[in-house]
């Protein structure tokens, strides 16, 4: 079918709106109204992927428009794998978190679902568009529903880190509109196919360097590479954990695709490494993420903290590959989206089940969780084990292509960074075990709100979600050198 | 110096909207009021909008309907005599981007008044610090 392209964006857009009349009518059913809307883009983007490897690039016109006058949806390797990855992880997120809305905020569930489905449509958006400005539609409706699931957190703290990231998000959009428009000055088009062909062969032009830097820099601070990162770590961290959990691995991992797709489709290998020779220089701004992110993240206390700004330090990764100019490199930071985005959903799968149950997750909260949550626990631990980047898990393989591309380019600097932050890594994870393992809880919880009660495993939905993606980073491990063969290496040729 | 006066009202819708552009930023980062960095803001965004309206206006030329394009004796369709709509279109997009954002920004302000009592920055830093 050729409309499993439009499909996937449609399904869940169509039942955000739906679940959002359902509140006024039958507030129960707008859950199972979501989880079919995204149950179909899963399957779309099934779809889409098997026929993108089968015979190459998909395009989808919207209305019968040809492209240069419409907005069309193109699809490569890139694209679908992204697009699987992004439905697939809302998915699952949506059903683990069934119980933990009725506990976050019973209130208004029908709402929420509403707004979460609103803003995975804004993600899957944002990955399949082959249109500039599309695109920064799609990237308002993401940021305009994540601003409001953050407020809905922490009732102190949200509204305020909600605002905070508002004020920055809306100077990365801004930025990012203004270089779309000197584009369209420049070429008097939108379409990402078409402007690469118009600007081929006008390297000297200032117009296209202002939109260069200008589109760049916008999305550098939407994705929070280390200077532009302050907003962060506070809006992750108030967010309700059922938030926290979709977008920590999406949000900066869909960023991180749009400015791979700036980079390699609209404005080319060529123009950014051979005329602007750039490369050097943001490696190094990499470097500086990766290092500022482990040691700010050393200083935290409370644990869901602790992990954002961890996601600070893996967007150094992602973004120093991306710019060595090498394939190596590249391979390593396309593998790393996947990777780094299982991972983070690991992580935060493990923290959300912790908060069910204890509610509080500051690393001194958690003593002696081994023996109360063995399951979560696990998780926890096969997914720090690939943060850290132990060979079977998946982290390591997208660090090795990290390390081999800045060992090509004779980038050791970059290469010093990875390796500190990895020992980083492991220093913060085995101090959060330790105090799990070793230290006995029985004092911890008395003067919490519901007293010595015993901590018992979090829900069996949550726990089996938690147990397959932890178990899916040792299969992405495993099949690590197909992905690379089949997705990665033919789209990069 | 002649030179630069001539650039400068030759391209003055870049300059403004430059201006324009630097008066929100300046409201955004330097004042401590949160609904005056809202306004800030909103001028911010505003400019953008300025910006692209002035990139598709044309000297002289007339809003984009065809005149008489229904009739065989129509005239011909001269694209000077038309300003570019599609920017003009694109920023129906983003007004209606801006203002949603404008507005929820708002009703944060007035969550955090009722949690807090004050909407200025510094009071809130300490408010926070205490607890």
């Known amino acids: 079918m050729e409309h499993y392209a439009a499909l996937i964006v449609v399904a869940p857009f169509i039942t955000a709106l739906f679940a959002g009349l359902f509140v006024w009518i039958e507030e129960r ?39 240069p006058i419409g907005i069309e949806y193109r699809i490569d390797l890139l694209n679908a794998m ?36 609103l803003f995975v449509t804004g993600l899957l958006g944002v990955t399949i568009t082959g249109d500039l400005f599309n695109l920064y539609v799609l990237i308002e409706i993401t940021s ?27 100077i990365g959009a801004s930025f990012y509109l203004l270089g779309v428009g000197y584009l369209y000055m420049y070429t008097g088009s939108l379409n990402m196919a078409d402007v690469a062909v118009l600007i081929k062969g006008s390297q000297g032009s200032s117009t296209v360097l202002t939109a260069f830097i200008l589109c760049i820099l916008g999305i550098w601070i939407k994705m929070a590479l280390f200077p532009f990162h302050v907003w962060l770590p506070n809006a992750y961290t108030y967010s309700p954990v059922i938030f926290s959990r979709v977008v920590a691995p999406l949000m900066t991992k869909v960023m991180v695709y749009v400015m791979i797709r700036l980079m390699i489709t609209v404005f080319g290998y060529d123009y950014i490494f051979n005329t602007l020779h750039l490369s050097e220089a943001v490696v190094w701004l990499a470097t500086l993420a990766i290092l500022a992110g482990g040691v700010m993240a050393l200083a935290q206390k409370n644990l869901k903290k602790m992990l954002t700004y961890i996601i600070v330090c893996e967007i150094g990764y992602m973004v120093g590959g991306a710019w060595m100019g090498n394939q190596l490199g590249m391979t390593g930071a396309i593998l790393h989206i996947l990777n780094d985005a299982l991972m983070t959903f690991a992580l935060f799968l493990a923290v959300g089940n912790m908060v069910y149950r204890i509610e509080k997750v500051d690393i001194t909260d958690l003593k002696g969780l081994f023996g109360k949550m063995p399951w979560t626990m696990g998780g926890f631990v096969l997914a720090a084990l690939s943060i850290i980047g132990v060979p079977p898990t998946c982290g390591f393989f997208s660090k090795w292509y990290l390390i081999l591309g800045a060992m090509e380019k004779g980038a050791y600097h970059f290469v010093a960074a990875l390796v500190i932050s990895s020992l980083i890594c492991a220093v913060l994870f085995f101090k959060v075990f330790e105090i ?39 299969v992405a491990g495993v099949y690590s050198g197909t992905i690379v063969n089949t997705i990665i290496l033919p789209f990069l040729k | 110096m002649s030179d630069v006066l001539s650039l400068i009202v030759a391209k003055y819708n870049y300059w403004l909207y430059v201006i324009l552009m630097m008066i929100g930023l300046y409201g955004m980062i330097a004042k401590n009021n949160l609904v005056k960095k809202i306004v800030g803001m909103n001028i911010f965004q505003t400019a953008i909008i300025l910006f692209y309206v002035s990139i598709g206006y044309k000297t002289d030329a007339t809003i984009p309907i065809l005149k008489n394009a229904h009739d065989a004796h129509g005239a011909a369709i001269h694209a000077a005599d038309y300003i570019n709509p599609l920017t003009s279109c694109l920023m129906l997009t983003a ?11 708002m009703a944060l302000a007035v969550r955090i008044y009722q949690r807090y009592q004050t909407l200025e920055e510094d009071e809130l830093r300490m408010r926070l610090s205490e607890e």
């Open chain 1, 436 to 474: 799990c393992f070793f230290e006995s809880g029985s004092h911890g919880h008395e003067h919490s709100s519901h007293g010595p009660v015993a901590i018992e495993e979090a829900p069996v939905s949550m726990l089996i979600i938690s147990g397959l993606v932890s178990l899916s980073l040792i």
């Open chain 2, 95 to 105: 007004i209606v981007v801006s203002v949603a954002t404008f507005g929820y920004a």
């Open chain 1, 82 to 117: 992204v697009l699987c990855l992004v439905s697939g992880i809302a998915f699952l997120n949506l059903i683990a978190s069934y119980r933990s809305v009725q506990q976050e905020i019973s209130d208004r569930t029908g709402s929420y679902f509403t707004v979460y489905n």
């Open chain 1, 29 to 67: 059913l707008s859950y199972p109204i979501v989880l079919a809307g995204l149950a179909v883009s899963v399957y779309s983007a099934i779809q889409v992927l098997i026929q993108v490897m089968a015979v190459g690039t998909l395009q989808y016109k919207f209305a019968g428009w040809p492209p």
């Open chain 1, 144 to 170: 305009l529903t994540s601003y409001a699931q953050i407020a809905l957190g922490d009732k102190d703290r949200g509204p305020l880190a909600s605002l905070n990231y508002i004020f920055i998000g809306v």
